[in-house]
């Protein structure tokens, strides 16, 4: 692996992009890891069928939406959600619910996995956008395509937007915003792009880190192969937990937001991006596809 080490933090030695190995399992788990894969992926591809067919154009936060949201999360075995609030002690749930964003507000999230869409999805309903290394504009996406780009880099500018347009043109939805512009393993936060600054100038941003347990249903290398194996490792276990961290809405400065995600998910803010992720990834399948010609 000391060929991949520029694509380390020069500050910690962290490695933001490799895979994360699964958990130690026993080999004669296998079957039962199999008939669980096999079991739930009907169900998963009958409730995705549904959301992309019918619930999909129903009005943003409806019932059968999040309904719908929560059964395919529910189906791979996301039951249980460990929900924190930073600051609020725990037990005091009417100050909990009184520090989490609401509609015109925007949300800066961690970057990790597809889970981080499909959750964020079922809890707010939300507008996702997709954030650019050097532009101050973001893209808006569909569900569906938030979920691609976890799978890819991010496509080309075009049709790009402020986020106080965007904001103002929907002031009941809240905004998504994955300032990191491309996923990592979940051990730190990338630089940020400058899409924050986009805000209004009374607009207050939101963090939230998620992180998952077990850790390794992340996708931090693009390439659809990665989808049948996220597919694997997350309908092939028992259950999946998620935490989640969100803290008091803060000003819109990237420093307060890359430290109050670093903080709130335990990780370190790196000095690497979306241009070192291009480079180490161009390196990691030359390196795979010259070991397979081996």
């Given at each position: ?17 490799f ?10 788990l ?8 096999s ?17 999909q154009w ?26 924190r ?16 964003p609401g ?5 800066a ?6 889970l ?11 507008i ?26 991010p ?13 103002r ?7 998504i ?8 393993n ?30 390794d249903?992340v ?9 049948p194996?996220?597919l ?17 809405a803060?000003?819109r ?19 690497l991006?979306?241009?070192?992720k ?13 070991t397979?010609?081996?």
């Amino acid at each position: 692996m000391e060929k991949y080490g520029q694509y380390r933090d020069k500050g910690s030695g962290i490695a933001p992009f490799f895979p994360i190995a699964p958990p130690d399992s026993s080999p004669l788990l296998a079957p039962y890891h199999l008939f669980l894969f096999s079991l739930r992926m009907p169900f998963m591809i009958f409730a995705c069928a549904i959301w992309i067919f019918l619930v999909q154009w129903m009005p943003a936060g409806g019932a059968l939406r999040k309904g719908n949201l929560w059964c395919i999360l529910g189906i791979p075995g996301v039951w249980w959600v460990d929900v924190r609030v930073d600051g609020v002690q725990r037990g005091s749930l009417g100050k909990a619910i009184q520090k989490l964003p609401g509609p015109g507000s925007i949300i800066a999230a961690s970057y990790s996995s597809p889970l981080d869409i499909l959750y964020l999805a079922a809890i707010f309903d939300p507008i996702f956008t997709q954030s650019f290394p050097k532009s101050r504009k973001v893209k808006q996406l569909s569900l569906e395509s938030a979920v691609a780009s976890c799978f890819c880099f991010p496509g080309p500018e075009s049709g790009l937007v402020d986020l106080a347009e965007l904001s103002r043109t929907n002031p009941n939805r809240i905004i998504i915003v994955f300032p990191e512009t491309t996923t990592s393993n979940g051990r730190g936060v990338l630089r940020l792009s400058p899409s924050l600054l986009s805000a209004g100038r009374d607009t207050r941003v939101t963090p939230i880190s998620l992180k998952y347990t077990p850790s390794d249903v992340v996708t931090p290398i693009p390439g659809w192969i990665e989808a049948p194996r996220f597919l694997w490792k997350l309908c092939s276990r028992q259950t999946h937990c998620i935490r989640v961290r969100p803290t008091e809405a803060e000003q819109r400065a990237l420093d307060l937001i890359a430290e109050e995600l670093s903080r709130l998910g335990r990780v370190k803010t790196l000095g690497l991006g979306l241009e070192e992720k291009i480079q180490f990834v161009n390196a990691w399948k030359g390196n795979t596809k010259s070991t397979k010609r081996k």
